[in-house]
């Protein structure tokens, strides 16, 4: 790879590192590798982010900084909260499907085990806030009527299923040759079966 004309900036490092991590998994992963693809030394890189733990939990950050406000509003207002959940539902598929997304799940299912620190991160800093969002629509949706759930700190555990096992299908079963899915399209049947659960219905709301 040529080296870049100008220094490279942090966030083309974190692109570099996502690419790595995608490619290599986290264990086989290696700084020098990154920092080559930038064209800086491995000290150089160090000196930005101190481990190869470092530069992973801040590339899963930033993805999280940049996609969640794209995929939910933090404040739902007045909006209805079956078109919310029916906006977010084939954003949050199609993104945690793309190759940029890959590495996490592919790191996270694959190596969680093997490095546990990784782990909870993800789930402390990604699972939970995911929830929290997905909890706080069911709220937003029985308050004005829409949904009727009695948990919807479970509830939102079912939504976020479904983002979670198209993310699996895509990265670990279709590479050795399961069927390929439309992640907008399992998104919307997601939407549909979620929402027939939800929905308050004619004889319900009297």
Known sequence: MARPSAPIDRD??????RAEFNARGFAAARMEDIARAGGI????????????????????????????PEMLPSEFGDNSAETLLRQF?????????????????????GEGANF?????????????????????????GVARGEFACADPDLACRTIAGGAIFAA?????????????IDPVQLAQAHADTILAGLLVRGEQAQ
């Not at 991160?121 to 997905?134: A, K, P």
């Not at 699996?168 to 390929?180: C, I, S």
């Open 12 to 17: 083309q490092l974190l692109a570099l590192a």
């Open 41 to 68: 030394s491995k000290a150089a890189l160090y000196l930005r982010f101190p481990s190869k733990e470092a530069i992973f939990e801040e590339a899963v950050r930033d993805l999280i900084a940049r996609t969640l």
């Open 89 to 109: 539902l084939p954003l949050a598929f199609l993104r945690l499907t793309e190759p940029e997304f890959a590495f996490v799940p592919r790191v996270i299912i």
């Open 116 to 140: 546990p620190a990784l782990a909870r991160f993800y789930h402390d800093e990604v699972i939970l806030r995911v929830l929290e969002l997905m909890a706080g629509l069911i709220r937003h």
């Open 168 to 180: 699996l299908w895509r990265v670990v079963f279709e590479p050795v040759g399961a069927q390929p």
